[in-house]
């Protein structure tokens, strides 16, 4: 027996993590032609977006896929980028060693995490046609570009490299590239039309990139461009510190014994977030520690102690420790105004609405929900609506169904809200698009793939929150668009019929044809209100105007409010009727009281912002009277607006007194309404403007 206990023992050895992945290739999203294709563009692209940012340079990326043998399948992928370039001494560990990056051991927002992505390219590209990859590099501060052949020895985990050299690098122009990277690789894989496709997915990455410009040049020739909608980067993401909420025993078992601290006190206040000098002293008393014990020097049962009053299980005072949420500058959102503008380059819509929730915690990692609707124009009405999921900035493009932000969408019962839905579950029908992205330090995937989110109970109701706050404003939209329509068909009525009869009236009696004004205040009896937002070319600001006429026989008083991009650093001008803020990006006036037949008109500028930033502005009004055109303001729709403002100043503020922090809120939702509606043949009773039109 011991001769065969011998026999197995010497048969067992250590298998290399690339060689584990070479053969476990689908882990990495390698487990068919097409998929293969995509992961491969993928992994390249997302690279270059996050190199380009990390320097701070707008990121101009150009992806070329031709087939080299059709009936063997093999395809080569060129990506090329304008970021910093890689040093050439850094090359081969960059694309030829698995697990090496920048990203796996920082807390903070970032596309790739484990340091698998492209050197998964490199091993597929060698294992399907046996071909290195060729890689081209060019920093600033080089006049030349660096040229290497990378392979991968999967025993070793390293890289193989051949025909290295350096060469001038001149462009299609005749100018010298100045930085960039250039990725040409072989494999064998498809390329395929549809959803799941390369175009697709640059697509989608362009939406929630929009600071990027994207050109693909496709198998067939045809280029497809993505142009940049704005000149804004992303926000400049840090790094921080462990949460207290998110530790683990093993890994709090390796930081004290890794700490040159000497005392515990210090260890909890300089090796994690949201731990106060207060917090370190009741945190020490809660796991019945001595502050000045040093950390290499603690047992198991002491470590495991104060793992349990981390996690609230060990009491001070009774009471569970509080902690200050972790940081929030380790995120960086895309924001709803650049939601929007992606959504609207590449889908064709009349309605459109985004929204962006304040920052939460889950785990002791923080977090953010934002999500886009968008509805009409060309999408088919009879078919599932267009899901589109992201996870920091990256798109899903598989496992639709396995994910928890498709869960979260089906979670909601979107009959209510306009949408086709059987029995309320499952993805809704209509012609709309609904857009998810979740920004993490810790996106909790369900493989290697990268390609849907496991379930997490906290996450999944942030998403659902969103989805329910988007719905209604879309029920809103619907409804202002059915009682616009009908006051449309009713005034247009008016005018076909009134002056008719009229005319015919006054030719029978022989007298002059009658004011017609006062009747027609009569039979609207409405309040209605118009609503231009325009571009204005020589001031280069967003020209506000809301008209508000009062069709009725009485006297009316309103307060009219109006959203506003503040948050995007916008700010007010020429704003004559004056009004006061009455939260972030809400602005109100209250009116002098509308006589019968009257009208006002409120007008401002929006300075600070490009074109496209702002395309409409979302009304809403108090009084007794309804407004056509004009939404009934919520006050519980103002609260939240100011409870998300409260809970971004805390978060902003470096203030240890802070105890807790509340972290669910919702954002103002921001509307895109139809084209407005033609000029019809009356004056209205009194004032300059004519009722869904011009001046006159």
Same mark, same amino acid.
């Given at each position: 027996m011991s001769g065969i206990a011998q026999k197995l023992a010497s048969n067992q050895k250590q298998v290399a993590i690339s060689e584990f $992945?070479? @053969?476990?290739?689908?882990?990495?999203? $390698?487990?068919?032609?097409?998929?293969?294709?995509?992961t491969a563009v993928k992994e390249a692209v997302d690279n270059s977006l996050d190199a380009c940012e990390e320097a701070r340079i707008l990121p101009s990326i150009k992806v070329k896929v031709t087939k080299i043998d059709t009936k063997k399948d093999i395809i080569e992928l060129v990506c090329e980028d304008n970021g910093p370039g890689i040093p050439q001494k850094s090359i081969e560990k960059v694309f030829g060693q698995l697990l090496f990056g920048s990203r796996f051991h920082a807390i903070r927002q970032s596309r790739g995490q484990q340091g698998i992505g492209i050197t998964g390219v490199v091993m597929y590209s060698q294992l399907t046609t046996g071909k290195p990859t060729h890689v081209k590099s060019k920093i600033a501060t080089e006049s030349t570009a660096a040229v290497v052949d990378i392979g991968l020895d999967t025993r070793k985990n390293k890289a193989t490299k051949s025909n290295s050299g350096?060469?001038?690098?001149?462009?299609?122009?005749?100018?010298?590239? =100045?930085?960039?990277? !250039?990725?040409?690789?072989?494999? @064998?894989? =498809?390329y395929q039309k549809g959803r799941q496709s390369v175009w697709q997915y640059l697509r989608m990455t362009s939406i929630v990139n929009p600071h990027a410009e994207i050109t $693909?040049?496709?198998?067939?020739?045809?280029?497809h461009h993505w142009p940049r909608v704005t000149e804004r980067l992303p926000?400049?993401? !840090?790094?921080? =510190?462990p949460h207290p909420h998110g530790i683990e025993l093993g890994q709090l078992q390796r930081m004290l014994t890794e700490s040159t601290d000497s005392r515990l006190s210090v260890f909890l206040r300089t090796n994690f977030s949201g731990v106060s000098t207060r917090a370190a002293k009741e945190l020490c008393a809660a796991a019945e520690l001595d502050v000045k014990v040093k950390p290499k020097q603690m047992s198991p049962d002491q470590i495991r102690s104060l793992l349990e009053a981390f996690q609230g299980e060990k009491m001070f005072n009774g009471k569970p420790v509080k902690l200050l949420n972790p940081p929030t500058n380790c995120l960086s959102p895309i924001e709803e105004m650049l939601i929007k503008k992606g959504l609207s380059k590449t889908i064709d819509s009349r309605y459109a609405t985004t929204m962006t929730r304040a920052p939460n915690v889950s785990q002791g990692n923080p977090y953010q929900v934002e999500v886009g609707l968008i509805f009409g124009?060309?999408?088919?009405?009879?078919?599932?609506?267009?899901?589109?999921?992201?996870?920091?900035?990256?798109?899903?493009?598989?496992?639709?169904?396995?994910?928890?932000?498709?869960?979260?969408?089906?979670?909601?019962?979107?009959?209510?809200?306009?949408?086709?839905?059987?029995?309320?579950?499952?993805?809704?029908?209509?012609?709309?698009?609904?857009? +998810?992205?979740?920004?993490?330090?810790?996106?909790?995937?369900?493989? !290697?793939?990268?390609e849907a989110l496991a379930d997490n109970g906290e996450v999944m109701e942030e998403?659902? =929150?969103?989805?329910? !706050?988007?719905?209604?404003?879309?029920?809103?939209?619907?409804?202002?668009?059915?009682?616009m329509a009908k006051t449309k068909e009713k005034f247009e009525l008016i005018n076909d019929i009134l002056p008719a009869i009229a005319a015919k009236s006054a030719q029978i009696l022989d007298k002059p044809i009658p004011d017609l004004a006062g009747?027609?205040?009569?039979?609207?009896?409405?309040?209605?209100?118009? *609503?231009?937002?325009?571009?204005? @070319?020589? *001031?280069? *600001?967003?020209? +506000?105007?809301?008209?508000?006429?009062?069709?009725?026989?009485?006297?009316?008083?309103?307060?009219?409010?109006?959203?506003?991009?503040e948050k995007s650093g916008a700010s007010m001008i020429n704003n004559q009727t004056g009004g006061r803020k009455e939260a972030t990006g809400v602005w109100a006036w209250k009116l002098e009281t509308l006589q019968p037949g009257e009208n006002i008109t409120i007008s401002y500028s929006l300075d600070g912002l490009e074109k496209g930033d702002w395309t409409e502005t979302d009304v809403f009004y108090r009084g007794s009277q309804e407004i056509i055109g004009a939404m009934k303001m919520d006050e519980k729709y103002l609260e939240e607006i100011r409870n998300q403002e409260k809970i971004l100043n805390e978060l902003n503020s470096v203030n240890e007194s802070q105890d807790s922090v509340e972290m669910e809120s919702v954002a103002p939702t921001k509307i895109i309404e139809q084209p407005p509606i033609p000029e019809p043949a009356v004056k209205p009773p009194t004032g300059q403007s004519t009722l869904f039109g011009g001046d006159q």
């Amino acid at each position: 027996m011991s001769g065969i206990a011998q026999k197995l023992a010497s048969n067992q050895k250590q298998v290399a993590i690339s060689e584990f $992945f070479e @053969k476990n290739k689908h882990f990495l999203g $390698f487990d068919s032609p097409v998929r293969s294709l995509i992961t491969a563009v993928k992994e390249a692209v997302d690279n270059s977006l996050d190199a380009c940012e990390e320097a701070r340079i707008l990121p101009s990326i150009k992806v070329k896929v031709t087939k080299i043998d059709t009936k063997k399948d093999i395809i080569e992928l060129v990506c090329e980028d304008n970021g910093p370039g890689i040093p050439q001494k850094s090359i081969e560990k960059v694309f030829g060693q698995l697990l090496f990056g920048s990203r796996f051991h920082a807390i903070r927002q970032s596309r790739g995490q484990q340091g698998i992505g492209i050197t998964g390219v490199v091993m597929y590209s060698q294992l399907t046609t046996g071909k290195p990859t060729h890689v081209k590099s060019k920093i600033a501060t080089e006049s030349t570009a660096a040229v290497v052949d990378i392979g991968l020895d999967t025993r070793k985990n390293k890289a193989t490299k051949s025909n290295s050299g350096r060469e001038l690098w001149q462009l299609d122009n005749g100018e010298m590239k =100045k930085h960039g990277l !250039e990725v040409t690789t072989r494999m @064998k894989a =498809k390329y395929q039309k549809g959803r799941q496709s390369v175009w697709q997915y640059l697509r989608m990455t362009s939406i929630v990139n929009p600071h990027a410009e994207i050109t $693909f040049t496709d198998p067939d020739g045809e280029i497809h461009h993505w142009p940049r909608v704005t000149e804004r980067l992303p926000g400049k993401v !840090e790094s921080i =510190k462990p949460h207290p909420h998110g530790i683990e025993l093993g890994q709090l078992q390796r930081m004290l014994t890794e700490s040159t601290d000497s005392r515990l006190s210090v260890f909890l206040r300089t090796n994690f977030s949201g731990v106060s000098t207060r917090a370190a002293k009741e945190l020490c008393a809660a796991a019945e520690l001595d502050v000045k014990v040093k950390p290499k020097q603690m047992s198991p049962d002491q470590i495991r102690s104060l793992l349990e009053a981390f996690q609230g299980e060990k009491m001070f005072n009774g009471k569970p420790v509080k902690l200050l949420n972790p940081p929030t500058n380790c995120l960086s959102p895309i924001e709803e105004m650049l939601i929007k503008k992606g959504l609207s380059k590449t889908i064709d819509s009349r309605y459109a609405t985004t929204m962006t929730r304040a920052p939460n915690v889950s785990q002791g990692n923080p977090y953010q929900v934002e999500v886009g609707l968008i509805f009409g124009g060309d999408m088919a009405g009879d078919k599932a609506v267009e899901v589109l999921r992201f996870a920091n900035r990256v798109p899903l493009m598989y496992q639709q169904g396995g994910c928890l932000l498709t869960k979260a969408i089906e979670s909601v019962d979107w009959r209510q809200y306009g949408l086709d839905q059987a029995g309320g579950k499952g993805v809704p029908k209509g012609p709309a698009a609904i857009l +998810v992205h979740l920004a993490s330090t810790n996106v909790q995937f369900t493989s !290697e793939a990268k390609e849907a989110l496991a379930d997490n109970g906290e996450v999944m109701e942030e998403v659902r =929150k969103a989805m329910l !706050e988007m719905g209604r404003g879309l029920r809103k939209h619907l409804e202002k668009k059915k009682k616009m329509a009908k006051t449309k068909e009713k005034f247009e009525l008016i005018n076909d019929i009134l002056p008719a009869i009229a005319a015919k009236s006054a030719q029978i009696l022989d007298k002059p044809i009658p004011d017609l004004a006062g009747s027609i205040t009569k039979i609207m009896s409405a309040v209605i209100c118009e *609503t231009s937002t325009e571009w204005n @070319k020589e *001031t280069k *600001t967003a020209d +506000v105007s809301i008209k508000i006429y009062n069709y009725t026989a009485r006297a009316r008083a309103y307060t009219m409010l109006a959203t506003w991009p503040e948050k995007s650093g916008a700010s007010m001008i020429n704003n004559q009727t004056g009004g006061r803020k009455e939260a972030t990006g809400v602005w109100a006036w209250k009116l002098e009281t509308l006589q019968p037949g009257e009208n006002i008109t409120i007008s401002y500028s929006l300075d600070g912002l490009e074109k496209g930033d702002w395309t409409e502005t979302d009304v809403f009004y108090r009084g007794s009277q309804e407004i056509i055109g004009a939404m009934k303001m919520d006050e519980k729709y103002l609260e939240e607006i100011r409870n998300q403002e409260k809970i971004l100043n805390e978060l902003n503020s470096v203030n240890e007194s802070q105890d807790s922090v509340e972290m669910e809120s919702v954002a103002p939702t921001k509307i895109i309404e139809q084209p407005p509606i033609p000029e019809p043949a009356v004056k209205p009773p009194t004032g300059q403007s004519t009722l869904f039109g011009g001046d006159q």
